[in-house]
């Protein structure tokens, strides 16, 4: 699994892309595929403190660059992205007329990020104990 990832950077880039779209698109693309309503924004579990779409959104987008790139630089370079994609993503809906910025939608995002940045640190961690 690990090199399928690696052989196929575009899977990261396409998701990425994909993203980008759906987050900056001044409707709800999944809402209208879905739902036929362009301002009904599809729920895949209930919110709690943050937003679960946005959740799970930036934990698929963090796996899939986390299991695409390997070399140090490349996942420190990966590790700022992630978390600058979350940020700046979320401020750009304060310009979106017909989107809104959340601090909870925010908060989803940099969850997502910093779960993927814990779980492989961890893993790092276990496998130097290993050696």
Known sequence: MKNFFLKYKYIFYISNTVLIILYLSPCSILGYLLNNDCKLQPQLTSDFIISTNHLYAFLLLSIIGFLTFK??????????YLIFL??????SH???STRSFEFTDLFGNLIGVLIVILASYLFKKNENIKN
């Open 71 to 80: 070399g140090y630089r490349q996942l420190k370079i990966l590790k700022i």
């Open 86 to 91: 979350s940020v700046v993503l979320e401020i």
């Open 94 to 96: 304060i310009y979106i």
